[in-house]
Each structure stands twice: as structure tokens, then as C-alpha cells.
């Protein structure tokens, strides 16, 4: 099955161990990261631009990728 890139898609990351009383909010081309502790809200952070960033240099959007693709991409360590 092949996505129209037309799409509008967003990848939206959600931290539930935040115990601290800090919002976090982090926004950026087509992804959204809220709340966790500052540990998880960065790690989710930094995956999220590397995966974006992978997607760029590969001319793909997240409403391109397919399920698998996008398991696999974000699993992929740099």
C-alpha cells in the first residue's frame, strides 16, 4: 500500500513517569513530545530528530513510511 504524500501525519510522543511538577513540551517539524521526566522527555526528543532527520537525507515523510518502516527506523541506532 503506498501513502499519499499529500498527507498530513505527526508523530506524537507521550511520557507518563514525570513525577517533578515540570511541563514539558517539545515541537518540531511534524512531531509533538509531552510530559515525562527530563530524562525520558529528552531521550524521546533526540530519537524523534534523528528519526525525522533519516527521513529527510531519504526525501520521506512520516505519512510515507509504512508500519514495519517505521518500527524499523525508529529501532535503527545511529
Not at 525520558?40 to 534523528?50: F, N, P, W, Y
Amino acid at each position: 500500500m503506498t501513502r499519499r504524500s499529500n498527507k498530513e501525519c505527526w508523530l506524537l510522543g507521550i511520557g507518563l513517569d514525570g513525577t517533578d511538577g515540570h511541563k514539558r513540551l517539545t515541537k518540531g517539524r511534524r512531531f509533538l513530545i509531552a510530559g515525562g521526566s527530563e530524562e525520558t522527555h529528552e531521550h524521546m526528543t533526540e530519537k524523534v530528530i534523528r528519526l525525522d532527520g533519516k527521513l529527510r537525507r531519504k526525501g520521506k515523510t512520516f505519512a510515507e513510511l509504512e508500519p514495519n518502516e517505521f518500527i524499523e527506523a525508529y529501532l535503527e541506532e545511529d
